[in-house]
């Protein structure tokens, strides 16, 4: 992982949006082969070492085992390869999927979203061994808007069955329609982006960089997810940006 903030936050929020391009392709994938979600607790979304993705489908089983009842494989572009329909396959607790889908629930059971339903993407890596982190990111229920805010960071230790930390990403939350329009939040939880705005910039469309202004500094975010520190008064005057409140 990078150890420059910025850098971290957009080598993140790119992760995120691939994560979520995936899922998403491997549920519309399962619907269009009309395979059973019958039974199925917990989607997960993994890349692999050579670049190609494999979201699992199932449920948790006793013992902290895993059923992969549906696998779609995809291509470092998130393509589909390869539809596993009902394989029915019994993992063992330190398998990926199986210690992925009990960091997932662990964070279900400690969370009362706000802002209707919500996605839980979790990443393979924490601050320590053995660590994931889970992001709950609001889902977006309308095709005409995208969510922005609302969001938490948890790192989970899968084998203690804990939550060691809860971050809230933003202080507010907006829902932001599709326009060839910059967006700009103000009164950032943190000093920096993180990586859900990062997520925000890349997933829009039409795409259009999006700003946070900071009580020091104000970055630009591009569609692509790179961060660049930008002049804050040019930022503001900007008649194509919709500057956000207390973000």
Known sequence: ??????????????YLFAYDQAAGRAATMLLSKEASTEGVQASIARQHEDGHWTVGF??????????????????????????RAGVSERLPPESYYARAARAQRLVQENFDGEHGPYNFLVLPVGAEAGRMTVYAIPAQTDQNAYRLGGDYRFEV?????????????????????????????????????????????????????HFVMTQERTFRIAPDGTITPVDTRTARQREDVRVLRGM
Do not use: C, W
């Open 1 to 14: 992982m990078p150890q420059d903030p910025l850098q971290l936050a957009t080598e993140v929020g790119r």
């Open 157 to 209: 230790n899968p084998a203690a069955g804990e939550v060691v930390s809860r971050e809230p990403l933003h202080k507010r939350y907006y829902e932001i329609g599709k326009r060839a329009q910059g967006t700009g939040g103000t009164a950032h939880e943190a000093t920096r982006p993180v990586e859900t705005d990062v997520l925000f910039a890349t997933v829009r469309r039409p795409a259009a960089p």
């Open 58 to 83: 199932g449920r948790r089983t006793g013992g902290g085992g895993f059923r992969l009842m549906h696998e779609v494989v995809m291509n470092d572009d998130r393509l589909v390869d390869e539809v």
